[in-house]
């Protein structure tokens, strides 16, 4: 039964990656009339030339049919019973439309906001929410925060060619793992949207890569900020300890870890926007991604550091989960000294190039 479950996983995602390939390229084909940001909105990219935002519709019709699939394998209809696989296909849905229309008509920041506080509330009446404190309020409040802020977080990433789609199949990778350890090949419905979505950003990824031809625009970002901040909180904010219960100091260190690039990365830019008395919310050419660039590294080397950033932070997820049985404060110091070396030496070269940001404006 196993090796049966092993093969149909790997045709599946095999079939996913192929068919975010030929969707992506159909899309670019439209793309003369279709999703092309105007060249004089608010919205800044690295890149000079406008290209298609379309990318995000590739993810979105991918899990949709990776729904479907689920069932056909399988052979169980009975998923839409489950509270909270319904509260993520809700809150993803609302997510990748409201995306969908800020790519066409650049919606109001108030009505994005709400759009993204409704997904949070949707997942913790479906039951997925963060339990680190003693307080439901708390958990709640924290969990609303976590969702919002990956969501804006993701979307703040998409600055440059294969940066959030190669760091979002990561997580992605991240949470499969600890699946598969954990319960082996098991017929969890997470399991399809995980290689469906991962499956998606791998297709996509051919025509993301620099030099990109498609951006996955805010219907790929939104959309993915509420997919991966609800597995984040099923895998990793909730990942249970070796004897079953809850450690809120691995839970935390196991979530940053994971999350760590675009953690850092937001984390940097609103201290520095604010420093220069700025709108932390304005687009700008000063993310993390940017300053390596004026660093001196080509585009293709910045996706390649980051990715490996992403993939080493992925490991040590990994290897706390399911290798550190007796979690103390040696290891809550070794991998906090990780985090802060990440974060104070992507911090320290945003500093370190500010004369060239300002050369760019």
């Known amino acids: 039964m196993e090796s ?24 670019l084909k439209f793309s003369k009339t279709l999703g092309i940001r105007n060249l004089n909105d608010s919205i800044i990219r690295w890149s000079e030339q406008s290209k298609p935002s379309l990318g995000g519709i590739s993810f979105y019709v991918i899990f949709l049919l990776s729904i479907t699939s689920y069932s056909f394998i ?9 509270n909270q696989f319904l509260g993520i296909v809700v809150s993803c849905t609302i997510a990748f439309l409201m995306g969908l229309a800020d ?27 963060i339990r680190i404190f003693p307080w439901s309020w708390a958990n709640y409040l924290f969990t609303i925060f976590w969702v919002v802020g ?7 990433l998409d600055n440059m060619d294969a940066i959030t789609t190669s760091i979002s199949i990561t997580i992605l990778l991240a949470a499969l793992l600890i699946i598969f350890i954990d319960h082996g090949f098991t017929t969890n ?26 951006f996955m625009g805010d219907t790929g970002s939104q959309f993915l900020g509420v997919f991966l901040s609800a597995i984040g909180i099923l895998y990793f904010w909730n990942s249970a300890d070796s004897n079953g219960q809850l ?26 926007r604010i420093s220069r008395r700025q709108s932390p919310f304005i687009g700008g050419k000063d993310h993390t991604t940017h300053h390596l660039s004026y660093l001196g590294l080509s585009d293709r080397q910045v996706s390649l550091v980051f990715a490996g950033l992403s993939f080493l932070s992925m490991l040590c997820t990994v290897f706390i989960i399911y290798y550190i049985r007796d979690w103390g404060y040696l290891h809550m110091i070794i991998f906090g000294i990780y985090f802060l070396l990440i974060f104070g030496l992507l911090f320290y070269i945003s500093k370190t190039t500010r004369s060239k940001l300002n050369d760019t404006k």
Do not use: E, R
Request: proline share 3%.
């Open 4 to 27: 049966t479950q092993i093969f149909a996983y790997g045709i599946f995602f095999v079939i996913a990656v192929i068919f975010s390939i030929m969707l992506n390229g159909l899309l």
């Open 74 to 82: 399988f052979g169980n209809s009975f998923i839409l019973a489950n």
């Open 103 to 129: 790519d066409a008509y650049n919606t109001k920041p108030f009505l994005k906001f709400f759009v993204q506080v409704l997904c949070a509330i949707i997942l913790i009446i479906s039951g997925i929410f």
């Open 189 to 214: 419905i997470h399991v399809i949207l995980l290689l469906g979505v991962m499956g998606a950003l791998t297709g996509f990824l051919y025509y993301n890569w620099y030099p990109s031809k498609l």
């Open 150 to 156: 990956m969501m804006n977080s993701i979307n703040m």
């Open 247 to 272: 450690v809120q100091s691995k839970q935390f260190f196991v979530s940053i870890l994971t999350f760590i690039i675009p953690i850092c990365d937001t984390t940097t830019v609103v201290i520095n």
